[in-house]
């Protein structure tokens, strides 16, 4: 049983792991959670889009969300602390994945694992998906994939700063420190991690949560982690009407939409060629004009005529390996454990992470649900598992 824990980030990973850790009632160590900006400033966390869906391609991924949205709903009685009930704002309005021709196939291959899982998720061919979203314009769609039940989204930020709050009332320690290096004894064992300011924590248990700076530890460690930050760009729009019982809708082309307050929030993953490590955190106009807006208009005839009234860009802890989560140790490191590349998920994932990897650390194994798949093994093995619904 270690005695001592180590987290560097204190994001929703980082923050939902200690809260997991100092909650299980078989752990009697102490946890630290480095954090280089309290402030959260350029936190994934706190710039997501912070949705929740089910219809991922991959069980790992669908299960891990069926729990998020179990514990989003009941938020209040995991997070609850000093009488404070956390309120995140969560909408269940669904997911609607929009398929062309092209990519029918991937939707109904989608389905059908969704569908296995016990996922709400429908099947909607162009009249039906007029009858339910009149504003809806299904030129060159020929299938949608709606999640009636159990998707929707939420205050990212809220729910970091809850889990954060909930781990300190549970007896966490933050400081806001900037890793810059660790001891090691031999190749297996870290020690220590030392910070910018030359002090250093002793820890039993290290575990990496950095985000999209996680490849820079890793590399700390000797590791290669096939994280990168990649920059994503959210555009809050308003429109001159309102769009009754919308989801978060996913075009054809990729550029999703959803409603956000009294207007939208609109964004896109740009194509592989086009989507450099590290672009710095400046929202891309340009995208907006020649991507985002055609695409809208196209898809709900009122969108024409749109305003938009702001932008903010965050990264992704992108995988570049195959996109999914890299979770747990790494064989030739005893005492280090990695919670990394979530590829624009972490948040929904969060909590399935977290109690997964405090498990690991306290127990020596998974003891709710099987988080093996997203092993580092897989990686070294040169055996992804590719998730094909990365928004």
Same mark, same amino acid.
């Given at each position: 049983?270690p005695?001592?824990?180590a987290?560097i980030g204190?994001?929703?990973i980082?923050?939902a792991?200690a809260?997991f850790l100092?909650?299980d009632?078989a752990?009697e160590?102490t946890?630290?959670?480095v954090?280089?900006?309290?402030?959260?400033r350029?936190?994934?966390?706190a710039?997501?889009?912070s949705?929740?869906?089910?219809?991922?391609?991959?069980?790992i991924n669908?299960e891990?969300s069926?729990?998020?949205i179990?514990?989003?709903r009941d938020?209040?009685?995991?997070?609850?602390?000093?009488?404070?009930?956390?309120d995140i704002g969560?909408?269940?309005?669904?997911y609607?994945?929009?398929?062309?021709?092209a990519g029918l196939?991937v939707?109904?291959r989608n389905?059908?694992?969704q569908?296995e899982?016990?996922v709400?998720?429908?099947l909607l061919d162009?009249?039906g998906l007029?009858?339910?979203?009149?504003?809806l314009?299904?030129?060159?769609v020929?299938m949608?994939?709606?999640?009636?039940?159990?998707?929707?989204?939420f205050?990212?930020y809220l729910?970091?700063?809850?889990f954060?709050k909930k781990?300190?009332a549970?007896?966490?320690?933050?400081t806001a420190?900037?890793?810059v290096?660790?001891?090691?004894?031999g190749e297996?064992?870290v020690?220590a991690v030392r910070f910018a300011?030359?002090s250093?924590?002793?820890a039993?248990v290290v575990?990496?949560?950095a985000g999209p700076?996680? &490849?820079?530890v =890793?590399e700390?460690?000797?590791?290669?982690l !096939?994280?990168?930050?990649?920059?994503r760009c %959210? *555009? &809050?729009f308003? =429109?001159?009407e309102?769009?009754?019982r919308? !989801?978060l809708v996913i075009d054809?082309?990729? %550029? *999703?939409f959803?409603?956000?307050?009294?207007?939208?929030?609109?964004?896109?993953?740009p194509?592989e060629?086009?989507?450099p490590?590290d672009?710095p955190?400046?929202p891309?106009r340009?995208?907006?004009d020649?991507?985002?807006?055609?695409a809208?208009a196209q898809?709900v005839?009122a969108?024409?005529?749109?305003r938009l009234?702001?932008?903010?860009?965050?990264?992704?802890e992108?995988?570049v390996f195959?996109?999914?989560?890299?979770?747990?140790k790494?064989?030739d490191?005893e005492n280090v454990?990695f919670a990394?590349?979530?590829?624009?998920?972490?948040?929904q994932?969060?909590?399935?992470?977290g109690?997964?990897v405090?498990e690991?650390?306290?127990?020596?194994?998974?003891?709710t649900?099987?988080l093996?798949?997203l092993?580092?093994?897989r990686?070294?093995?040169?055996?992804?598992?590719?998730?094909?619904?990365?928004?």
């Amino acid at each position: 049983m270690p005695r001592s824990v180590a987290i560097i980030g204190g994001g929703v990973i980082g923050s939902a792991v200690a809260y997991f850790l100092t909650r299980d009632p078989a752990f009697e160590g102490t946890v630290t959670v480095v954090e280089r900006d309290p402030t959260y400033r350029t936190a994934s966390s706190a710039l997501s889009a912070s949705s929740v869906r089910q219809q991922f391609s991959t069980p790992i991924n669908i299960e891990m969300s069926k729990f998020g949205i179990a514990f989003l709903r009941d938020l209040g009685t995991w997070l609850g602390a000093n009488g404070d009930r956390p309120d995140i704002g969560l909408v269940e309005h669904g997911y609607l994945f929009l398929a062309s021709d092209a990519g029918l196939d991937v939707l109904r291959r989608n389905y059908a694992i969704q569908h296995e899982h016990g996922v709400d998720v429908a099947l909607l061919d162009p009249a039906g998906l007029r009858e339910r979203f009149p504003w809806l314009s299904t030129d060159g769609v020929v299938m949608g994939s709606l999640g009636v039940t159990g998707e929707g989204w939420f205050d990212g930020y809220l729910l970091l700063q809850a889990f954060r709050k909930k781990a300190v009332a549970q007896g966490v320690r933050y400081t806001a420190e900037e890793v810059v290096g660790v001891s090691k004894d031999g190749e297996r064992l870290v020690r220590a991690v030392r910070f910018a300011d030359g002090s250093s924590l002793v820890a039993d248990v290290v575990v990496n949560a950095a985000g999209p700076w996680a &490849a820079t530890v =890793a590399e700390m460690l000797g590791v290669e982690l !096939p994280v990168r930050a990649r920059r994503r760009c %959210v *555009y &809050a729009f308003v =429109a001159p009407e309102s769009l009754p019982r919308c !989801p978060l809708v996913i075009d054809t082309t990729g %550029v *999703y939409f959803r409603p956000e307050g009294d207007g939208f929030i609109a964004g896109f993953s740009p194509p592989e060629e086009n989507d450099p490590d590290d672009l710095p955190l400046e929202p891309d106009r340009a995208a907006f004009d020649e991507v985002v807006w055609p695409a809208l208009a196209q898809r709900v005839p009122a969108f024409d005529r749109i305003r938009l009234r702001s932008s903010w860009a965050g990264y992704y802890e992108y995988n570049v390996f195959d996109h999914n989560g890299i979770v747990g140790k790494h064989p030739d490191i005893e005492n280090v454990y990695f919670a990394n590349g979530f590829s624009g998920h972490g948040l929904q994932h969060s909590p399935a992470i977290g109690r997964g990897v405090a498990e690991l650390i306290v127990h020596g194994r998974y003891r709710t649900l099987d988080l093996s798949p997203l092993s580092f093994e897989r990686v070294l093995r040169n055996q992804p598992i590719v998730e094909l619904n990365v928004i």
